[in-house]
């Protein structure tokens, strides 16, 4: 199952690039904001990250919803969180 994670930009690592530094459950992580480039993304929005990658802007609230109804999810919300651990952008 692909899930997608709230995860809140803590820094714009390389604007140019498009990549920026997200917190996912207390785990950082730089990752590609490409997909969002015209959203204007700054520190504390938060986006929904795959593998990587941030799919889309969400708000907070969003988040905390989505957040709470994966981790119901179980074994699939932890393989979610370790595919994003082992998932670095270069």
């Known amino acids: ?3 997608g994670i709230p995860g809140r930009v803590v820094e714009i690592v390389d604007a140019e690039q498009s990549l ?3 917190d996912v459950n207390g785990v950082r992580r730089v990752i590609s904001v490409r997909l969002l480039a015209d959203e204007g993304l700054v520190v504390d929005d938060w986006v ?3 593998v990587g990658f941030a799919m889309s802007k969400i708000d907070e609230r969003e988040a905390q919803l989505t957040l709470d109804q994966v981790k119901k999810m179980g074994a699939d ?3 979610e969180i370790d595919a994003f651990n082992s998932s670095q952008i270069a």
């Open 77 to 79: 919300y932890l393989n």
């Open 48 to 50: 929904l990250v795959h």
């Open 1 to 3: 199952m692909c899930l």
């Open 20 to 22: 920026a530094k997200v």
